[in-house]
C-alpha cells in the first residue's frame, strides 16, 4: 500500500515537472534565456549552473518551476519574455501544455503496444474474460513443465475427448483439485503462441503454493495488445479521441455549474490527494493500468490547463489576447493581483475538495488493506 501510494504521489509530481520542462523547452527555442529551471519548490537543497539557467533540486517535492526573463513584466528587451513577438510568447506559454499531450500520446503507444487487462470476479459469463497466471512458484510442477507468468489458460483436460474450456478462476481449480495426481493437460496462450502442456497435479502441495504452484486471477481485456508498427497509430489515436471526449465532459460540468444545476449525479469531484489515491488503487492492478491513467491524467490536465483562469495557462493566454487587442498590455501590476486572486481562489477550491472528498477515499483506500 505505501510503496503504491509513493509511487503515484511522485508520477503526479513528474508529470509537473513535465508541463514546467515544456515551458523550458519552449522559451530556449523562442531564443531567450531561462534563469533557473527548478524541481521542487525552495528551500533549494542542490544547484547547478549551466550556461545562463541555474538547475536546482529543492526541498518541497510540489511540482517545478521556470523563472524566464520579463515574464511577469518589468524587463523589457529583446532577450525578455515581453521583448519576443507575440507567437513565440503563446508558443511558451503553450509549451507546458503541449508537454502533457506528447507525454499522454507516449504513454499511450506503449499501452497499446502491451495491452491492458482488468481483474475481475468469477460473477457472470462475461465476454472475453480469461483466466490469467500471475505467478509460478520456483519448484513446482507448473515451473517445471514451462509454465510462465503473463500466459492465460484456455483449456484443460484428462481425456481430449472431455476438453474444459476455462474462463473463471473456480472452473479451474475444481479441475485441479478433481484430478490431482493424474497427469492433465493444460492449454495455454503466450502472446501470439497456444501451447498443450501436460503436468501432475500435487496431491499435498506446499501451503499457499496450490496443486500445480500458481497464482491466477480472472480478467478481462480493456485495451488489445498491437504490435510495433500499429501501436503508434493507435496510441496517438486514442489521445486525441480521449481529449474530445473529455473536453464535452469538462464543457458539460462547467455549463451545469454556470446554470445553477450542481454537479451531475454520479460525479465525484477529485483534488491533489484524490488523484494520487486513484493512481494507488491503479498501480495495485498492474503496470498497464497504471500507465493508461497517467496518460489520462496527463490529458485531462492539458484541458485543465486552457481553461480561460489566471493563474493558469489558458489565464495567460487571455493576457496576451487582450494585449493583441488592445495594442497594449495590461498593467503587470494588475495582471500580478489578478493571478494571485486567483491562484489563492483555486488552492481553496482544492482545499474544499481535499477535505470534503480526497480525505474520506484516502481512508476508504486505506482500509481497504
Same mark, same amino acid.
Given at each position: ?26 522559451? /530556449?527555442? #523562442? ?16 544547484? +547547478? ?6 538547475? #536546482? ?9 521556470? +523563472? ?6 518589468? =524587463? ?11 507567437? /513565440? @510568447?503563446?508558443?511558451?506559454?503553450? &509549451? ?50 514451462? =509454465? ?31 484430478? +490431482? ?36 486471477? @480472472? ?17 496517438? $489515436? ?6 474530445? @471526449?473529455?473536453? &464535452? ?32 488503487? $491503479? ?7 497504471? %500507465? ?19 493563474? %493558469? ?6 493576457? %496576451? ?40 477515499? %484516502?481512508?476508504?483506500?486505506? /482500509?481497504?488493506?
Amino acid at each position: 500500500m505505501i510503496l503504491a501510494i509513493v509511487i503515484a504521489f511522485f508520477s503526479v509530481i513528474l508529470l509537473m515537472v513535465v508541463h514546467e520542462f515544456g515551458h523550458f523547452v519552449a522559451a /530556449k527555442k #523562442s531564443g531567450i534565456n531561462v534563469d533557473e529551471f527548478g524541481i521542487g519548490y525552495p528551500p533549494r537543497i542542490f544547484s +547547478k549552473k549551466f550556461g545562463k539557467t541555474v538547475y #536546482s533540486l529543492n526541498l518541497l517535492p510540489f511540482g517545478a518551476f521556470v +523563472k524566464i526573463p520579463g515574464e511577469e513584466g518589468g =524587463i523589457e528587451d529583446y532577450q525578455s519574455f515581453v521583448g519576443l513577438p507575440m507567437w /513565440k @510568447r503563446v508558443f511558451i506559454v503553450l &509549451g507546458g501544455v503541449i508537454s502533457f499531450w506528447v507525454t499522454a500520446a507516449i504513454i499511450f503507444i506503449i499501452v497499446f503496444s502491451m495491452g491492458v487487462a482488468m481483474p475481475i470476479t468469477d460473477e457472470g459469463d462475461l465476454a472475453g474474460a480469461r483466466v490469467q497466471i500471475l505467478k509460478v512458484y520456483q519448484g513446482s510442477p507448473a515451473d517445471a513443465a514451462g =509454465i510462465k507468468s503473463g500466459d492465460f489458460i484456455k483449456e484443460l483436460w484428462v481425456q481430449e475427448s472431455d476438453k474444459k474450456t476455462i474462463s473463471k478462476v473456480k472452473d479451474f481449480q475444481d479441475f485441479i483439485s478433481a484430478n +490431482k495426481g493424474e497427469q492433465i493437460a493444460i492449454v495455454i496462450q503466450r502472446g501470439d503462441q497456444v501451447l498443450e502442456i501436460s503436468l501432475v497435479p500435487r496431491i499435498s502441495p506446499p501451503q499457499d503454493e496450490g496443486s500445480i504452484g500458481v497464482q491466477i486471477e @480472472r480478467t478481462v481485456s480493456v485495451i488489445d495488445k498491437y504490435p510495433w508498427y500499429q501501436a503508434p497509430i493507435k496510441g496517438i $489515436a486514442y489521445c486525441g479521441e480521449l481529449t474530445y @471526449r473529455a473536453t &464535452g465532459s469538462l464543457l458539460g460540468l462547467l455549463k451545469d455549474l454556470i446554470l445553477g444545476r450542481g454537479v451531475p449525479a454520479g460525479t465525484e469531484l477529485t483534488g491533489p490527494i484524490g488523484i494520487t489515491v486513484f493512481l494507488a488503487r $491503479a498501480a495495485e492492478l498492474g503496470v498497464g493500468f497504471f %500507465l493508461y491513467f497517467i496518460g489520462s491524467i496527463s490529458v485531462l490536465l492539458a484541458i485543465c490547463n486552457l481553461l480561460p483562469i489566471p493563474a %493558469l495557462d489558458g489565464g495567460k493566454l487571455v493576457f %496576451l489576447a487582450i494585449e493583441k487587442i488592445r495594442s497594449k498590455a495590461v498593467s503587470s501590476k494588475i495582471e500580478q493581483r489578478i493571478t494571485v486572486v486567483c491562484f489563492f481562489l483555486l488552492i481553496t477550491l482544492s482545499i474544499f475538495i481535499t477535505i470534503k472528498f480526497d480525505i474520506p477515499n %484516502l481512508f476508504k483506500f486505506i /482500509k481497504g488493506f
